[in-house]
Nanobody, 124 residues
Framework: QVHLVESGGGLVQAGGSLRLSCAAS????????MAWFRQAPGKEREFVAA????????KYTDSVKGRFTISRDNAKKSVYLQMNSLKPEDTAVYYC?????????????????WGQGTQVTVSS
């Protein structure tokens, strides 16, 4: 059974930083591309960033480019999202997701497995 468990969320002031982690189990982690999505209250779940199986290809939504960095450690079966220069509009529940294969997609329906999410709140 596949489990994705996010951690690292919390309350931070605008301009601050947080590092999210997602620990995976029950899958051959190095065969999966990983992604982060987020969902703010009353809004659709949106793509944030993705990384391929080897970590040498990444994709970001425009609003986080230059501020967020996705990375992974296959030995630890974990993916990370370093978030800097946080803004109040980054406030959302952040979800980790996994899809088989190396092509990076921003559409949520391409992803096979999801975590339960971690809350990130950025105060102004």
């Amino acid at each position: 059974q596949v489990h994705l468990v996010e951690s690292g969320g919390g309350l931070v002031q605008a301009g601050g930083s947080l590092r999210l982690s997602c620990a995976a189990s029950g899958l051959t982690f190095s065969s999966y591309s990983m992604a982060w999505f987020r969902q703010a209250p009353g809004k659709e779940r949106e793509f944030v960033a993705a990384i391929n199986w080897s970590g040498d290809n990444t994709k970001y939504t425009d609003s986080v480019k230059g501020r967020f960095t996705i990375s992974r450690d296959n030995a630890k079966k974990s993916v990370y999202l370093q978030m800097n220069s946080l803004k109040p509009e980054d406030t959302a529940v952040y979800y980790c997701a996994a899809k088989s294969g190396g092509v990076l997609y921003s559409g949520r329906y391409y992803y096979d497995y999801w975590g339960q999410g971690t809350q990130v709140t950025v105060s102004s």
